[in-house]
């Protein structure tokens, strides 16, 4: 293995991180900002309110998106075991 093979593997291996992770982490975001925007109006700071909405909204993303992410790392998986098969 080269520099290059070892650089295109962390590059695909990176890239599957971020689409693997993207279906949890931008409903986080949008909830998180919708519930910040609902404190800053009514004044309510309760630390628990912004916890249980995000948790929630990303096991329900997790469970929706489990087949692609599961996809995802299989593809993953197949490309690093036939490079290891045919020796890079």
Partial sequence: MNEVDALDLVRT???TILIGSAP???PAMIVGIGIA???ALTQVQEITLTFIPKIVAILVMIVI???FIGGQMYALTTVI???IENGF
């Fill in 37 to 39: 925007l609902l404190q």
């Fill in 24 to 26: 949890a982490i931008i």
């Fill in 13 to 15: 291996a990176i890239w």
């Fill in 65 to 67: 998106a489990g087949p």
């Fill in 81 to 83: 075991y036939s490079r």
